[in-house]
């Protein structure tokens, strides 16, 4: 019995030892699911670099990293934070609150997102109002807000082809969601309805971003291999997912064209591809040079190596920037310019 | 209804309860089945990786080291170009293009692999040995047939060149497959040839050693005190409730509780298998003690009032005689509960072990993930090699389970007494 307490007393001391003494001597990476892929392999060639550590790399979405990334300075919050959109207000003054006030924005590249379907279906076309009204769960029609009653791609427009609406749709707590409502829910968003909303005191953004729940748009899980597979075992089936999952497999899925353009690497860097977005990460100033090895791990993110049109984080999927946009990246890393909180 | 027509009716009345019982045994066996043969016929592949064999001669001048050199030596030399020379070697390649496609057949760590040959004989400056290097994962798959060549090109991660060279590879049998050592020696990574489950067996390791260190003695203790010593009144009454209870609780509000106090207000070290033993332990704490109390519930009272009557005090009666007894019952308990443990996900996502980790922790303190996580992590990538490790990963996961829960099985057979 004796030997016993004696024992759990030695573990809890143990344990107060190992929690005072902690130090962190490996950068830690928090954010978005669609930046982790980039992160991770940059992360991977910084480590085997052999000076420093390989950065401990958490995907937890961008909201949820921003809310870690702003609780405070120290070795028991986040370095660095992924975001697959840019800081909002409220989570700079989060920031301000906490202490955070010295911020690095990192644009690393752009990401397009693919509205696709198997291989063996024919090829097809839709605009961003298409594909607002197969998916919205209200529609404008003859100057009224209705539930949205179409069943058939042909309902929307003659020229679609006669099948069953079947989108297979990420989560509301996925990236991917987030950018799919703003650049394709609401910018496909009608104008009528739009005023609609805005006449009913609703808010038009949050209304348009509204999806069906009548089973013709199916929530499909944050996991994209999956609906990847749904996809090339029901060729009626189309989901939406990042650019670099329909690199990976086109063997097996092939992209629709939005308003006539196909997702390729120069559309999505110029943005004349209708869905795409810029990716980035933000750094915590407060921690380099207390953290070993974030001015080489910016460094080593930025270089031509990684960045550039043939870099390795090209080969899977990530859109280079424009060189011009990657001039100011670079310069940001390697002078650690900062960002204005307010 | 006469008599016989009753009994008949009765009968067929059995009959069918027989065969709805044979029934809903045969699907849900029928389930396992499935599953079992779908996770093995996806992930058996992933044990084995495959490797090209290639002649690598070491020039002198482009190491630029001596025979015999030291180790540091030998970590600072550059083998980039020892490598690009012997790898464009193995094919005919024509142009710069084709040379690349062709050394894009090799993994990542090619260069590694070379020094590591190296490094193990420090005297082959000017030879030429054969040494089996790891092919990339679209290379590993295609040859594992897991992936389709009969596509047109642009639909293929492989080019018409690749696909000459691979065959000239076969057709000259310089490719074959090895054991994959990887798998359980390396850490994460986003190359899948690369990737292996060493860091993550090391996290679960160290997180059900902390939880077992914790939940083992707490719950024991607690089970002996309630059972034998705890007056019989409202108070343990409603510990037991609670007892009950919190085995009953969703595992993922541990995971908050953990997040609260162990992560925000004691400050101890995210993603580590310190705080997901600690938030484990409080996990499975209520789930041993059940066990435990019903083990030492089965001890007769004979045995305590036996070494009560020959003079023994409460203390020596319990821990002499009914706790000895109990062991295989309490042991077996604990086991399971360290078993479920093992394959629980939901609170350590909150804790942020869901990360990429690379490095094998050294200690409970180094950041890590664990068996499920890796599982969860790797079922969302992109990559096709992921998928036969993500099987893998899941049957070395079921092996765990099956090897506690038999030793559980085991010990309450092999020393529990029967009481008649």
């Given at each position: 019995m004796n030997r016993l307490v004696k024992i759990l007393l030695g573990f809890l001391l143990v344990l107060s030892f190992t929690t005072t003494s902690y130090a962190r001597d490996q950068i830690k990476i928090v954010g978005s699911s669609t930046v982790y892929p980039y992160a991770t392999v940059v992360a991977e060639k910084f480590g085997k670099g052999g000076k420093f550590k390989t950065p401990v790399i958490e995907s937890t979405g961008t909201g949820g990293g921003m809310k870690l990334f702003c609780a405070g300075v120290g070795a028991n919050h986040p370095d660095i934070t992924n975001a697959s959109r840019a800081i909002k207000t409220k989570e700079k003054a989060l920031c301000e609150k906490n202490g955070v006030a010295e911020i690095i924005e990192i644009v690393i590249g752009n990401d397009g997102i693919s509205f696709a379907h198997s291989v063996n279906a024919p090829d097809a076309d839709f605009t961003k109002e298409q594909l607002w009204r197969a998916l919205a769960s209200k529609v404008d029609i003859d100057g009224k807000l209705v539930e949205n009653p179409y069943k058939n791609w042909s309902d929307i427009d003659a020229s679609l082809p006669n099948k069953k609406i079947e989108i297979l749709v990420a989560p509301p707590t996925s990236g991917t969601r987030d950018a799919w409502n703003s650049l394709v829910m609401v910018k496909g968003c009608t104008k009528t309805a739009k005023s609609l909303y805005d006449a009913e005191g609703k808010k038009a953004k949050k209304e348009c971003a509204k999806i069906r729940e009548d089973g013709y748009a199916v929530e499909a899980g944050e996991n994209d291999t999956l609906i990847v597979q749904k996809l090339s075992s029901n060729p009626d089936a189309y989901g939406f997912f990042g650019y670099s999952y329909l690199v990976a497999n086109k063997d097996k899925i092939k992209a629709s064209s939005i308003n006539g353009v196909q997702p390729s690497l120069e559309g999505i860097q110029d943005y004349s591809y209708p869905i795409a977005r810029p990716l980035f990460f933000y750094v915590k100033k407060a921690h380099i040079g207390v953290i070993p090895g974030i001015k080489e791990f910016l460094k080593e993110f930025t270089s031509k190596k990684a960045m550039s049109n043939r870099g390795y984080l090209a080969e899977i999927g990530l859109v280079p920037l424009a060189s011009d946009k990657y001039k100011v990246t670079r310069t940001a890393a390697v002078d650690l310019n900062t960002i204005k909180l307010k | 209804m006469t008599k016989e027509e009753r009994l008949k009716k009765r009968h067929r009345a059995e009959k069918r309860f027989r065969f709805y019982g044979l029934t809903s045994i045969f699907v849900a066996l029928l389930f396992v089945v499935i599953l079992v043969q779908n996770i093995f016929s996806k992930g058996s592949s992933a044990f084995k990786k495959t490797v090209i064999t290639t002649e690598v001669f070491f020039d002198q001048e482009l190491l630029e080291i001596q025979n015999g050199a030291s180790q540091e030596e030998i970590m600072e030399a550059d083998f980039y170009d020892i490598m690009i020379e012997n790898l464009i070697k193995t094919y005919p390649a024509k142009d710069r293009d084709e040379e690349d496609e062709l050394l894009k057949l090799f993994s990542g760590d090619a260069e590694i692999e070379i020094k590591k040959a190296f490094l193990n004989d420090n005297n082959l400056i000017g030879k030429t040995i054969t040494l089996d290097l790891t092919a990339s994962d679209d290379i590993d798959q295609l040859h594992k047939g897991n992936y389709p060549r009969d596509l047109p090109e642009e639909r293929r991660r492989i080019s018409d060149f690749q696909l000459v060279i691979y065959d000239y590879f076969v057709e000259n049998k310089k490719i074959s497959k090895n054991f994959n050592n990887y798998f359980f020696n390396n850490g994460d990574s986003r190359d899948p040839e690369l990737a292996g489950i060493g860091g993550a067996l090391v996290g679960s390791f160290y997180s059900i050693l902390i939880c077992l260190l914790l939940a083992f003695p707490v719950a024991v203790l607690a089970s002996i005190y309630l059972e034998e010593f705890a007056p019989k009144n409202k108070i343990t009454d409603f510990i037991e409730i609670n007892i009950n209870n919190l085995a009953a609780v969703p595992s993922i509000v541990y995971g908050l509780l953990a997040l609260q106090i162990l992560l925000a207000t004691i400050q101890l070290p995210r993603s580590t298998p310190l705080v997901a033993g600690i938030t484990l332990a409080l996990m499975t704490l209520p789930r041993i003690i059940i066990p435990c109390r019903a083990s030492l519930k089965a001890v007769p009272p004979s045995i305590r009032e036996g070494a009560l009557a020959v003079g023994a005090s409460k203390f020596q009666s319990v821990f002499h005689h009914v706790v000895p007894l109990a062991l295989p019952g309490t042991l077996s308990g604990t086991i399971i509960g360290l078993a479920q443990a093992l394959g629980e996900t939901a609170p350590l996502i909150l804790i942020g072990m869901v990360a990429f980790v690379v490095d094998i922790p050294s200690s409970p303190v180094d950041p890590s993930s664990s068996l499920p996580v890796q599982v969860y992590l790797w079922s969302e990538?992109?990559?096709?090699?992921?998928v036969e490790k993500t099987s893998a990963t899941i049957m070395m996961l079921l092996s765990f389970l099956i090897v506690m829960n038999f030793i559980a099985v085991y010990l309450r057979q092999k020393f529990e007494k029967r009481w008649n």
């Amino acid at each position: 019995m004796n030997r016993l307490v004696k024992i759990l007393l030695g573990f809890l001391l143990v344990l107060s030892f190992t929690t005072t003494s902690y130090a962190r001597d490996q950068i830690k990476i928090v954010g978005s699911s669609t930046v982790y892929p980039y992160a991770t392999v940059v992360a991977e060639k910084f480590g085997k670099g052999g000076k420093f550590k390989t950065p401990v790399i958490e995907s937890t979405g961008t909201g949820g990293g921003m809310k870690l990334f702003c609780a405070g300075v120290g070795a028991n919050h986040p370095d660095i934070t992924n975001a697959s959109r840019a800081i909002k207000t409220k989570e700079k003054a989060l920031c301000e609150k906490n202490g955070v006030a010295e911020i690095i924005e990192i644009v690393i590249g752009n990401d397009g997102i693919s509205f696709a379907h198997s291989v063996n279906a024919p090829d097809a076309d839709f605009t961003k109002e298409q594909l607002w009204r197969a998916l919205a769960s209200k529609v404008d029609i003859d100057g009224k807000l209705v539930e949205n009653p179409y069943k058939n791609w042909s309902d929307i427009d003659a020229s679609l082809p006669n099948k069953k609406i079947e989108i297979l749709v990420a989560p509301p707590t996925s990236g991917t969601r987030d950018a799919w409502n703003s650049l394709v829910m609401v910018k496909g968003c009608t104008k009528t309805a739009k005023s609609l909303y805005d006449a009913e005191g609703k808010k038009a953004k949050k209304e348009c971003a509204k999806i069906r729940e009548d089973g013709y748009a199916v929530e499909a899980g944050e996991n994209d291999t999956l609906i990847v597979q749904k996809l090339s075992s029901n060729p009626d089936a189309y989901g939406f997912f990042g650019y670099s999952y329909l690199v990976a497999n086109k063997d097996k899925i092939k992209a629709s064209s939005i308003n006539g353009v196909q997702p390729s690497l120069e559309g999505i860097q110029d943005y004349s591809y209708p869905i795409a977005r810029p990716l980035f990460f933000y750094v915590k100033k407060a921690h380099i040079g207390v953290i070993p090895g974030i001015k080489e791990f910016l460094k080593e993110f930025t270089s031509k190596k990684a960045m550039s049109n043939r870099g390795y984080l090209a080969e899977i999927g990530l859109v280079p920037l424009a060189s011009d946009k990657y001039k100011v990246t670079r310069t940001a890393a390697v002078d650690l310019n900062t960002i204005k909180l307010k | 209804m006469t008599k016989e027509e009753r009994l008949k009716k009765r009968h067929r009345a059995e009959k069918r309860f027989r065969f709805y019982g044979l029934t809903s045994i045969f699907v849900a066996l029928l389930f396992v089945v499935i599953l079992v043969q779908n996770i093995f016929s996806k992930g058996s592949s992933a044990f084995k990786k495959t490797v090209i064999t290639t002649e690598v001669f070491f020039d002198q001048e482009l190491l630029e080291i001596q025979n015999g050199a030291s180790q540091e030596e030998i970590m600072e030399a550059d083998f980039y170009d020892i490598m690009i020379e012997n790898l464009i070697k193995t094919y005919p390649a024509k142009d710069r293009d084709e040379e690349d496609e062709l050394l894009k057949l090799f993994s990542g760590d090619a260069e590694i692999e070379i020094k590591k040959a190296f490094l193990n004989d420090n005297n082959l400056i000017g030879k030429t040995i054969t040494l089996d290097l790891t092919a990339s994962d679209d290379i590993d798959q295609l040859h594992k047939g897991n992936y389709p060549r009969d596509l047109p090109e642009e639909r293929r991660r492989i080019s018409d060149f690749q696909l000459v060279i691979y065959d000239y590879f076969v057709e000259n049998k310089k490719i074959s497959k090895n054991f994959n050592n990887y798998f359980f020696n390396n850490g994460d990574s986003r190359d899948p040839e690369l990737a292996g489950i060493g860091g993550a067996l090391v996290g679960s390791f160290y997180s059900i050693l902390i939880c077992l260190l914790l939940a083992f003695p707490v719950a024991v203790l607690a089970s002996i005190y309630l059972e034998e010593f705890a007056p019989k009144n409202k108070i343990t009454d409603f510990i037991e409730i609670n007892i009950n209870n919190l085995a009953a609780v969703p595992s993922i509000v541990y995971g908050l509780l953990a997040l609260q106090i162990l992560l925000a207000t004691i400050q101890l070290p995210r993603s580590t298998p310190l705080v997901a033993g600690i938030t484990l332990a409080l996990m499975t704490l209520p789930r041993i003690i059940i066990p435990c109390r019903a083990s030492l519930k089965a001890v007769p009272p004979s045995i305590r009032e036996g070494a009560l009557a020959v003079g023994a005090s409460k203390f020596q009666s319990v821990f002499h005689h009914v706790v000895p007894l109990a062991l295989p019952g309490t042991l077996s308990g604990t086991i399971i509960g360290l078993a479920q443990a093992l394959g629980e996900t939901a609170p350590l996502i909150l804790i942020g072990m869901v990360a990429f980790v690379v490095d094998i922790p050294s200690s409970p303190v180094d950041p890590s993930s664990s068996l499920p996580v890796q599982v969860y992590l790797w079922s969302e990538s992109a990559e096709r090699g992921f998928v036969e490790k993500t099987s893998a990963t899941i049957m070395m996961l079921l092996s765990f389970l099956i090897v506690m829960n038999f030793i559980a099985v085991y010990l309450r057979q092999k020393f529990e007494k029967r009481w008649n």
